[in-house]
Protein backbone atom coordinates (compact mmCIF):
# COMPACT_ATOMS: atom_id res chain seq x y z
CA UNK A 1 0.00 0.00 0.00
CA UNK A 2 1.46 3.60 -1.06
CA UNK A 3 0.60 6.99 0.04
CA UNK A 4 -1.72 7.19 -2.54
CA UNK A 5 -3.77 4.52 -1.63
CA UNK A 6 -3.81 5.41 2.16
CA UNK A 7 -4.96 8.83 1.36
CA UNK A 8 -7.82 7.36 -1.14
CA UNK A 9 -9.11 5.57 1.60
CA UNK A 10 -8.71 8.00 4.33
CA UNK A 11 -10.97 9.97 1.96
CA UNK A 12 -13.73 7.46 2.00
CA UNK A 13 -13.37 6.95 5.71
CA UNK A 14 -13.29 10.53 6.75
CA UNK A 15 -15.39 11.67 3.71
CA UNK A 16 -17.35 14.56 5.63
CA UNK A 17 -14.48 15.84 7.44
CA UNK A 18 -12.13 18.97 6.44
CA UNK A 19 -8.65 17.67 5.07
CA UNK A 20 -7.37 21.60 4.03
CA UNK A 21 -8.37 24.80 5.39
CA UNK A 22 -6.97 27.69 3.90
CA UNK A 23 -6.43 30.42 6.49
CA UNK A 24 -6.49 34.01 5.15
CA UNK A 25 -3.63 35.99 5.75
CA UNK A 26 -4.53 37.40 9.44
CA UNK A 27 -5.22 33.70 10.48
CA UNK A 28 -9.20 33.75 10.03
CA UNK A 29 -11.10 31.13 8.71
CA UNK A 30 -11.33 30.65 4.78
CA UNK A 31 -12.12 27.90 2.53
CA UNK A 32 -12.36 24.76 3.73
CA UNK A 33 -12.31 21.28 1.73
CA UNK A 34 -12.97 17.93 3.40
CA UNK A 35 -11.34 14.43 2.15
CA UNK A 36 -14.28 13.65 -0.23
CA UNK A 37 -14.29 16.84 -1.94
CA UNK A 38 -10.41 16.18 -2.18
CA UNK A 39 -10.88 13.12 -3.80
CA UNK A 40 -13.33 14.12 -6.50
CA UNK A 41 -11.49 17.44 -6.99
CA UNK A 42 -8.55 15.58 -7.35
CA UNK A 43 -10.06 12.72 -9.92
CA UNK A 44 -11.70 15.68 -12.04
CA UNK A 45 -7.76 17.44 -11.83
CA UNK A 46 -6.63 13.92 -13.68
CA UNK A 47 -9.42 14.23 -16.61
CA UNK A 48 -8.02 17.56 -16.95
CA UNK A 49 -4.55 16.63 -17.15
CA UNK A 50 -5.30 13.76 -18.93
CA UNK A 51 -7.21 15.97 -21.82
CA UNK A 52 -3.80 18.22 -21.55
CA UNK A 53 -1.90 14.92 -22.86
CA UNK A 54 -0.09 14.29 -19.64
CA UNK A 55 0.89 10.30 -19.34
CA UNK A 56 2.81 7.96 -17.36
CA UNK A 57 6.29 9.30 -16.94
CA UNK A 58 5.79 13.40 -18.27
CA UNK A 59 7.53 15.56 -15.95
CA UNK A 60 4.87 18.50 -15.19
CA UNK A 61 6.14 21.73 -13.37
CA UNK A 62 4.28 23.53 -10.50
CA UNK A 63 5.20 26.98 -9.99
CA UNK A 64 2.43 28.42 -7.70
CA UNK A 65 1.55 29.96 -5.14
CA UNK A 66 0.71 28.08 -1.81
CA UNK A 67 -2.82 27.07 -2.40
CA UNK A 68 -5.55 24.58 -3.20
CA UNK A 69 -4.49 24.67 -6.95
CA UNK A 70 -0.70 23.12 -6.16
CA UNK A 71 -1.65 20.44 -3.47
CA UNK A 72 -4.72 19.57 -6.60
CA UNK A 73 -2.35 19.12 -9.48
CA UNK A 74 0.47 17.88 -7.36
CA UNK A 75 -1.79 14.88 -6.41
CA UNK A 76 -3.30 14.45 -9.52
CA UNK A 77 -0.28 14.30 -11.31
CA UNK A 78 1.09 11.52 -9.27
CA UNK A 79 -2.08 10.22 -9.61
CA UNK A 80 -1.76 9.72 -13.39
CA UNK A 81 2.26 8.01 -12.80
CA UNK A 82 3.50 11.33 -14.20
CA UNK A 83 6.35 13.34 -12.34
CA UNK A 84 5.24 16.39 -10.09
CA UNK A 85 8.13 19.17 -10.35
CA UNK A 86 7.34 21.47 -7.65
CA UNK A 87 9.14 25.31 -8.27
CA UNK A 88 9.70 28.12 -5.67
CA UNK A 89 7.85 31.09 -7.20
CA UNK A 90 10.37 33.41 -6.20
CA UNK A 91 12.07 32.02 -8.91
CA UNK A 92 13.52 34.53 -11.73
CA UNK A 93 13.17 33.60 -15.51
CA UNK A 94 16.86 32.90 -15.31
CA UNK A 95 16.59 29.86 -12.66
CA UNK A 96 13.26 28.58 -14.19
CA UNK A 97 14.82 28.12 -17.74
CA UNK A 98 17.22 26.04 -16.25
CA UNK A 99 15.37 23.75 -14.45
CA UNK A 100 12.28 23.46 -17.15
CA UNK A 101 15.04 22.44 -19.54
CA UNK A 102 16.94 20.01 -17.34
CA UNK A 103 13.87 18.20 -16.62
CA UNK A 104 12.38 18.16 -19.94
CA UNK A 105 9.07 19.73 -18.65
CA UNK A 106 5.91 18.99 -20.96
CA UNK A 107 3.61 21.14 -19.11
CA UNK A 108 4.08 24.31 -16.85
CA UNK A 109 1.44 25.35 -14.46
CA UNK A 110 2.69 29.40 -13.49
CA UNK A 111 0.85 31.92 -11.14
CA UNK A 112 -0.54 34.17 -13.97
CA UNK A 113 1.10 37.51 -12.20
CA UNK A 114 4.08 35.72 -13.49
CA UNK A 115 2.71 33.94 -17.04
CA UNK A 116 3.66 36.56 -19.33
CA UNK A 117 7.50 36.05 -18.51
CA UNK A 118 7.33 32.61 -19.60
CA UNK A 119 4.75 32.45 -22.36
CA UNK A 120 7.47 32.75 -24.64
CA UNK A 121 8.89 29.47 -23.54
CA UNK A 122 7.45 26.57 -25.68
CA UNK A 123 8.44 28.39 -28.85
CA UNK A 124 11.95 28.20 -27.49
CA UNK A 125 12.04 24.77 -25.58
CA UNK A 126 11.89 21.38 -27.86
CA UNK A 127 9.89 19.73 -24.83
CA UNK A 128 7.84 21.83 -23.27
CA UNK A 129 4.32 21.74 -24.88
CA UNK A 130 2.20 24.39 -23.25
CA UNK A 131 2.58 26.95 -20.41
CA UNK A 132 -0.89 27.21 -18.61
CA UNK A 133 -1.46 30.46 -16.36
CA UNK A 134 -3.38 29.87 -13.21
CA UNK A 135 -5.28 33.05 -12.14
CA UNK A 136 -6.85 32.42 -9.06
CA UNK A 137 -8.20 29.29 -7.13
CA UNK A 138 -11.99 30.20 -8.22
CA UNK A 139 -11.26 30.24 -11.49
CA UNK A 140 -9.03 26.71 -11.71
CA UNK A 141 -11.57 25.15 -9.79
CA UNK A 142 -14.59 26.17 -12.67
CA UNK A 143 -11.79 24.75 -15.37
CA UNK A 144 -11.89 21.83 -13.66
CA UNK A 145 -15.19 21.42 -12.35
CA UNK A 146 -16.51 20.72 -15.46
CA UNK A 147 -14.68 17.03 -16.02
CA UNK A 148 -15.96 13.89 -15.48
CA UNK A 149 -14.03 12.66 -12.87
CA UNK A 150 -11.35 10.63 -14.24
CA UNK A 151 -11.28 6.30 -12.30
CA UNK A 152 -7.67 5.76 -13.48
CA UNK A 153 -6.15 3.07 -11.44
CA UNK A 154 -4.03 4.03 -8.49
CA UNK A 155 0.28 3.59 -9.32
CA UNK A 156 1.19 0.09 -8.66
CA UNK A 157 5.34 0.52 -9.67
CA UNK A 158 6.75 1.53 -6.12
CA UNK A 159 10.21 2.55 -7.82
CA UNK A 160 8.71 4.51 -9.98
CA UNK A 161 9.23 8.36 -9.80
CA UNK A 162 6.78 10.64 -8.88
CA UNK A 163 8.25 13.47 -7.49
CA UNK A 164 11.34 15.06 -8.58
CA UNK A 165 13.13 17.86 -5.74
CA UNK A 166 16.16 20.08 -7.32
CA UNK A 167 18.72 20.31 -5.11
CA UNK A 168 22.19 21.26 -5.48
CA UNK A 169 25.94 19.96 -5.46
CA UNK A 170 29.46 21.39 -5.10
CA UNK A 171 29.26 22.38 -9.45
CA UNK A 172 27.17 25.01 -8.85
CA UNK A 173 24.19 22.88 -11.21
CA UNK A 174 20.97 22.01 -9.65
CA UNK A 175 20.20 17.92 -9.66
CA UNK A 176 16.68 16.71 -9.75
CA UNK A 177 16.87 14.19 -6.37
CA UNK A 178 14.00 11.45 -8.20
CA UNK A 179 11.95 10.15 -5.46
CA UNK A 180 9.58 7.15 -6.21
CA UNK A 181 6.20 6.41 -4.66
CA UNK A 182 8.07 3.81 -2.27
CA UNK A 183 10.32 6.47 -1.42
CA UNK A 184 7.30 8.52 0.13
CA UNK A 185 5.73 5.66 1.33
CA UNK A 186 8.82 4.69 3.49
CA UNK A 187 9.26 8.19 5.04
CA UNK A 188 5.98 8.87 5.63
CA UNK A 189 5.23 5.54 7.50
CA UNK A 190 8.26 6.09 9.76
CA UNK A 191 7.33 9.63 10.44
CA UNK A 192 3.71 7.98 11.23
CA UNK A 193 5.57 5.71 13.35
CA UNK A 194 7.97 7.71 15.14
CA UNK A 195 6.00 11.36 15.86
CA UNK A 196 2.60 9.23 16.52
CA UNK A 197 0.60 10.68 14.10
CA UNK A 198 -3.21 10.97 14.70
CA UNK A 199 -6.24 11.57 12.49
CA UNK A 200 -7.18 14.04 15.53
CA UNK A 201 -4.69 16.04 14.51
CA UNK A 202 -4.54 19.82 13.66
CA UNK A 203 -1.34 20.91 11.87
CA UNK A 204 -1.01 24.60 11.57
CA UNK A 205 0.75 24.42 8.51
CA UNK A 206 3.33 27.69 7.92
CA UNK A 207 5.90 26.41 5.33
CA UNK A 208 6.15 26.59 2.08
CA UNK A 209 5.04 23.78 -0.11
CA UNK A 210 7.30 23.49 -3.38
CA UNK A 211 10.21 22.09 -0.30
CA UNK A 212 10.54 18.80 0.75
CA UNK A 213 9.91 19.60 4.72
CA UNK A 214 6.05 21.56 3.67
CA UNK A 215 5.52 19.41 1.33
CA UNK A 216 6.48 16.16 1.91
CA UNK A 217 7.32 15.97 6.06
CA UNK A 218 3.97 18.34 6.77
CA UNK A 219 1.57 17.99 4.23
CA UNK A 220 1.93 14.79 2.79
CA UNK A 221 2.16 14.10 6.85
CA UNK A 222 -1.22 15.17 7.86
CA UNK A 223 -3.14 13.31 4.41
CA UNK A 224 -1.47 10.28 5.28
CA UNK A 225 -2.99 10.12 8.61
CA UNK A 226 -6.39 11.60 8.04
CA UNK A 227 -5.45 14.68 10.31
CA UNK A 228 -6.69 18.12 9.13
CA UNK A 229 -3.95 20.85 7.90
CA UNK A 230 -5.19 24.64 8.29
CA UNK A 231 -2.41 26.23 5.79
CA UNK A 232 -1.32 29.92 6.12
CA UNK A 233 -0.45 31.60 3.09
CA UNK A 234 2.66 33.58 5.09
CA UNK A 235 4.24 33.15 8.19
CA UNK A 236 3.76 35.99 10.77
CA UNK A 237 4.49 35.24 14.25
CA UNK A 238 1.62 36.72 16.16
CA UNK A 239 -0.89 35.33 13.87
CA UNK A 240 0.71 32.04 13.51
CA UNK A 241 0.30 31.88 17.83
CA UNK A 242 -2.81 33.21 17.74
CA UNK A 243 -4.16 30.68 15.44
CA UNK A 244 -2.32 27.66 17.11
CA UNK A 245 -4.53 28.57 20.17
CA UNK A 246 -7.97 29.48 18.01
CA UNK A 247 -7.77 26.28 15.83
CA UNK A 248 -6.49 24.07 18.77
CA UNK A 249 -4.20 22.67 17.11
CA UNK A 250 -1.53 19.90 17.75
CA UNK A 251 0.94 20.08 15.44
CA UNK A 252 3.35 22.63 13.93
CA UNK A 253 6.52 21.80 12.31
CA UNK A 254 9.10 25.15 11.40
CA UNK A 255 12.65 26.14 11.35
CA UNK A 256 14.90 27.85 13.95
CA UNK A 257 14.09 31.49 12.43
CA UNK A 258 9.94 31.05 12.42
CA UNK A 259 10.90 29.62 15.95
CA UNK A 260 12.70 32.49 16.97
CA UNK A 261 10.08 34.56 15.68
CA UNK A 262 7.90 32.84 17.58
CA UNK A 263 9.58 33.31 20.80
CA UNK A 264 10.35 37.12 20.64
CA UNK A 265 6.59 37.60 19.16
CA UNK A 266 4.92 40.27 21.37
CA UNK A 267 1.76 37.57 22.23
CA UNK A 268 4.40 35.31 22.76
CA UNK A 269 3.35 35.35 27.09
CA UNK A 270 0.10 35.38 26.28
CA UNK A 271 -1.60 32.26 24.18
CA UNK A 272 -2.10 28.82 25.63
CA UNK A 273 -0.72 25.96 23.45
CA UNK A 274 -1.36 23.33 26.57
CA UNK A 275 -2.99 21.67 23.63
CA UNK A 276 0.09 21.30 21.40
CA UNK A 277 1.48 17.79 21.11
CA UNK A 278 4.06 18.00 18.67
CA UNK A 279 6.48 20.95 17.39
CA UNK A 280 9.19 19.84 15.18
CA UNK A 281 12.40 21.92 14.44
CA UNK A 282 14.47 21.30 11.15
CA UNK A 283 15.91 22.37 7.92
CA UNK A 284 19.05 23.58 10.01
CA UNK A 285 20.46 23.61 13.47
CA UNK A 286 18.30 24.35 16.25
CA UNK A 287 20.93 26.86 18.57
CA UNK A 288 21.09 25.71 21.79
CA UNK A 289 19.81 29.57 23.21
CA UNK A 290 16.69 29.22 21.12
CA UNK A 291 15.84 25.30 22.19
CA UNK A 292 16.22 26.93 25.77
CA UNK A 293 14.27 29.99 24.99
CA UNK A 294 10.72 28.00 23.65
CA UNK A 295 10.59 25.65 26.31
CA UNK A 296 10.43 28.62 28.68
CA UNK A 297 8.30 30.24 27.03
CA UNK A 298 5.81 27.87 25.65
CA UNK A 299 6.15 24.99 28.13
CA UNK A 300 6.98 22.71 24.95
CA UNK A 301 10.34 21.55 23.84
CA UNK A 302 11.59 21.37 20.49
CA UNK A 303 11.49 17.89 18.79
CA UNK A 304 14.87 18.60 16.65
CA UNK A 305 15.37 16.37 13.07
CA UNK A 306 17.52 15.43 10.10
CA UNK A 307 16.09 15.25 6.41
CA UNK A 308 17.05 15.74 2.70
CA UNK A 309 15.84 16.42 -0.35
CA UNK A 310 17.29 13.39 -1.49
CA UNK A 311 15.62 10.65 1.50
CA UNK A 312 12.68 13.12 3.53
CA UNK A 313 13.23 12.44 7.06
CA UNK A 314 16.12 10.53 8.31
CA UNK A 315 17.04 11.00 12.05
CA UNK A 316 14.75 12.78 14.87
CA UNK A 317 14.77 13.07 18.41
CA UNK A 318 12.40 10.67 19.93
CA UNK A 319 8.35 11.80 20.79
CA UNK A 320 8.56 10.05 24.10
CA UNK A 321 11.94 10.44 25.09
CA UNK A 322 15.01 12.42 25.59
CA UNK A 323 15.00 15.58 23.31
CA UNK A 324 18.70 16.46 23.27
CA UNK A 325 19.72 19.67 22.78
CA UNK A 326 22.10 19.82 20.20
CA UNK A 327 21.40 16.44 18.78
CA UNK A 328 19.01 15.43 15.87
CA UNK A 329 18.12 12.33 17.83
CA UNK A 330 18.26 8.92 16.30
CA UNK A 331 17.54 7.41 13.07
CA UNK A 332 13.90 6.75 12.01
CA UNK A 333 12.60 2.83 11.97
CA UNK A 334 13.66 1.76 8.56
CA UNK A 335 16.72 4.19 8.40
CA UNK A 336 20.46 3.54 8.99
CA UNK A 337 22.85 6.26 9.62
CA UNK A 338 26.67 5.45 10.09
CA UNK A 339 29.56 7.43 10.72
CA UNK A 340 32.47 6.87 8.36
CA UNK A 341 35.99 8.15 7.78
CA UNK A 342 35.72 11.18 5.01
CA UNK A 343 38.95 9.79 3.11
CA UNK A 344 38.77 5.39 3.86
CA UNK A 345 34.83 5.14 4.26
CA UNK A 346 35.85 2.87 6.95
CA UNK A 347 33.69 3.27 9.66
CA UNK A 348 34.12 5.08 13.07
CA UNK A 349 33.56 4.45 16.42
CA UNK A 350 31.37 6.26 18.50
CA UNK A 351 32.58 9.86 19.79
CA UNK A 352 34.50 10.39 16.46
CA UNK A 353 33.48 12.89 13.98
CA UNK A 354 33.63 12.08 10.51
CA UNK A 355 31.04 11.31 7.10
CA UNK A 356 27.59 10.54 7.34
CA UNK A 357 26.16 7.89 5.74
CA UNK A 358 23.00 6.62 5.22
CA UNK A 359 20.55 4.20 3.99
CA UNK A 360 17.09 3.11 3.76
CA UNK A 361 13.76 2.48 1.48
CA UNK A 362 13.29 6.50 1.79
CA UNK A 363 16.76 7.48 0.40
CA UNK A 364 15.77 8.60 -3.79
CA UNK A 365 16.99 6.69 -6.85
CA UNK A 366 19.54 8.94 -8.16
CA UNK A 367 19.09 12.20 -9.99
CA UNK A 368 17.94 12.85 -13.14
CA UNK A 369 19.42 12.23 -16.17
CA UNK A 370 22.72 12.20 -13.59
CA UNK A 371 23.97 8.83 -13.86
CA UNK A 372 27.56 10.34 -13.25
CA UNK A 373 26.48 12.30 -9.99
CA UNK A 374 24.59 9.41 -8.69
CA UNK A 375 27.43 7.27 -8.83
CA UNK A 376 29.35 10.18 -6.78
CA UNK A 377 26.40 10.18 -4.21
CA UNK A 378 26.47 6.34 -3.51
CA UNK A 379 28.50 3.90 -2.09
CA UNK A 380 28.99 0.76 -3.89
CA UNK A 381 26.71 -0.80 -1.33
CA UNK A 382 24.00 1.83 -1.60
CA UNK A 383 24.70 4.21 1.31
CA UNK A 384 23.79 7.56 0.48
CA UNK A 385 26.73 10.25 0.87
CA UNK A 386 25.34 13.25 2.64
CA UNK A 387 28.01 15.34 2.46
CA UNK A 388 27.29 16.37 6.46
CA UNK A 389 29.92 15.47 9.09
CA UNK A 390 28.41 14.44 12.17
CA UNK A 391 29.01 11.94 15.26
CA UNK A 392 27.29 8.95 16.97
CA UNK A 393 27.27 8.75 20.70
CA UNK A 394 27.64 5.46 22.62
CA UNK A 395 24.14 5.70 23.48
CA UNK A 396 22.73 5.71 19.26
CA UNK A 397 22.39 9.69 19.31
CA UNK A 398 23.61 12.08 16.77
CA UNK A 399 25.57 14.80 16.85
CA UNK A 400 26.01 17.09 13.40
CA UNK A 401 28.93 18.89 13.19
CA UNK A 402 29.00 20.90 9.99
CA UNK A 403 29.02 20.63 6.36
CA UNK A 404 31.49 19.38 4.05
CA UNK A 405 30.80 21.54 1.37
CA UNK A 406 30.09 24.22 2.40
CA UNK A 407 26.55 24.42 1.98
CA UNK A 408 25.20 27.20 3.48
CA UNK A 409 21.55 27.00 5.08
CA UNK A 410 19.41 30.68 5.57
CA UNK A 411 15.93 30.59 7.03
CA UNK A 412 15.68 26.80 6.94
CA UNK A 413 16.49 27.15 3.22
CA UNK A 414 20.19 25.43 1.82
CA UNK A 415 22.31 27.74 -0.45
CA UNK A 416 25.14 26.28 -1.90
CA UNK A 417 27.73 28.78 -2.54
CA UNK A 418 28.25 27.52 -6.06
CA UNK A 419 25.19 28.64 -7.63
CA UNK A 420 25.80 32.43 -6.22
CA UNK A 421 29.47 32.55 -7.14
CA UNK A 422 28.11 31.52 -11.08
CA UNK A 423 25.95 34.90 -10.66
CA UNK A 424 28.59 37.19 -9.43
CA UNK A 425 31.13 35.62 -12.26
CA UNK A 426 28.93 37.69 -14.34
CA UNK A 427 29.28 40.95 -13.21
CA UNK A 428 32.04 42.92 -15.28
CA UNK A 429 33.03 44.67 -12.12
CA UNK A 430 33.93 41.57 -9.99
CA UNK A 431 36.86 39.96 -10.63
CA UNK A 432 36.53 36.73 -8.20
CA UNK A 433 34.30 35.69 -5.47
CA UNK A 434 33.46 33.52 -2.54
CA UNK A 435 30.04 33.00 -0.98
CA UNK A 436 30.08 31.98 2.78
CA UNK A 437 28.03 31.51 5.43
CA UNK A 438 27.83 33.89 8.54
CA UNK A 439 26.12 33.19 11.89
CA UNK A 440 23.00 35.10 12.47
CA UNK A 441 20.65 35.24 15.35
CA UNK A 442 17.26 35.55 13.27
CA UNK A 443 18.47 33.36 9.68
CA UNK A 444 20.97 30.92 11.32
CA UNK A 445 23.65 31.51 8.70
CA UNK A 446 23.47 34.74 6.42
CA UNK A 447 24.85 34.59 2.91
CA UNK A 448 27.98 36.89 2.31
CA UNK A 449 29.64 37.35 -0.92
CA UNK A 450 33.44 38.12 -0.33
CA UNK A 451 34.24 40.09 -3.68
CA UNK A 452 37.50 40.87 -5.74
CA UNK A 453 36.73 43.64 -7.42
CA UNK A 454 38.12 44.28 -11.16
CA UNK A 455 39.24 47.78 -9.69
CA UNK A 456 39.58 49.44 -6.26
CA UNK A 457 36.60 51.74 -5.31
CA UNK A 458 34.07 50.76 -8.30
CA UNK A 459 32.04 48.88 -7.13
CA UNK A 460 29.38 48.77 -3.76
CA UNK A 461 27.58 46.71 -1.68
CA UNK A 462 23.99 47.80 -2.78
CA UNK A 463 24.64 47.37 -6.97
CA UNK A 464 25.94 43.71 -6.28
CA UNK A 465 22.82 43.05 -3.80
CA UNK A 466 20.74 44.45 -6.80
CA UNK A 467 22.55 42.28 -9.53
CA UNK A 468 22.10 39.41 -7.45
CA UNK A 469 18.23 40.08 -6.78
CA UNK A 470 17.45 40.07 -10.43
CA UNK A 471 19.33 36.82 -11.01
CA UNK A 472 18.81 35.04 -7.63
CA UNK A 473 15.44 33.44 -5.46
CA UNK A 474 14.88 35.61 -2.65
CA UNK A 475 16.74 33.43 -0.05
CA UNK A 476 19.87 33.33 -1.91
CA UNK A 477 20.65 36.99 -2.12
CA UNK A 478 23.79 38.02 -0.62
CA UNK A 479 22.75 40.13 2.48
CA UNK A 480 26.12 40.94 3.27
CA UNK A 481 28.76 41.99 0.72
CA UNK A 482 32.35 42.32 2.09
CA UNK A 483 35.14 43.22 -0.28
CA UNK A 484 38.90 42.39 -0.06
CA UNK A 485 42.70 42.25 -1.80
CA UNK A 486 42.77 38.75 -1.91
CA UNK A 487 41.53 35.63 -0.48
CA UNK A 488 43.36 32.74 1.42
CA UNK A 489 44.17 29.85 -0.96
CA UNK A 490 46.09 26.33 -0.15
CA UNK A 491 48.79 25.51 -2.10
CA UNK A 492 46.93 24.13 -4.86
CA UNK A 493 45.53 27.53 -4.92
CA UNK A 494 41.73 27.01 -3.88
CA UNK A 495 39.97 29.52 -1.37
CA UNK A 496 39.87 28.23 2.02
CA UNK A 497 36.94 29.12 2.99
CA UNK A 498 36.94 28.22 6.54
CA UNK A 499 39.80 30.81 7.44
CA UNK A 500 37.59 33.22 4.97
CA UNK A 501 34.99 32.42 7.58
CA UNK A 502 37.02 33.25 10.28
CA UNK A 503 38.41 36.32 8.80
CA UNK A 504 34.70 37.92 7.79
CA UNK A 505 32.42 36.89 10.31
CA UNK A 506 34.22 38.10 12.90
CA UNK A 507 34.52 41.17 11.74
Request: charged share 25%; hydrophobic share 40%; proline share 7%.
Amino acid sequence: MTFLDRLVDNCERYADKVALEFLEADGSSGRGVTYGQLEEAVRKTMAYLQEKGVKKGDRVALQLPKGLPFILLHLAVMRLEAISLPLNPGYPPRELRYFLEDAAVELFFADAAAAVTVAPLPDEMESLEEVVPVKSTDSFLAQVVTYEAARQPLPRDPDATCLMIYTSGTTGRPKGAQLSYGNLTANLDALHEAWGWLAEDRILHVLPIFHVHGLIVALHGALNAGATALLLPAFEAEVALEAMEKEQCTVFMAVPTIHRRLVEAANAGEVDLSHMRLLTSGSDRLPDDLFAQFQETFGHTLLERYGMSETGMLISNPLNGERRVGSVGLPLPGVEARIVDPETEAPLPDGEVGAVQVRGANVCKGYWRRPEKTAEAFTEDGWLRTGDLGLREPDGYFTLKGRSKDLVISGGYNVYPPEVELVLAGHPGVDASAVIGCPDPEWGERVTAVIIPEAAGTLNAEEIIAFCRERLVNYKVPRRVVFVDRFPRNALGKVQKARLREQVCEE
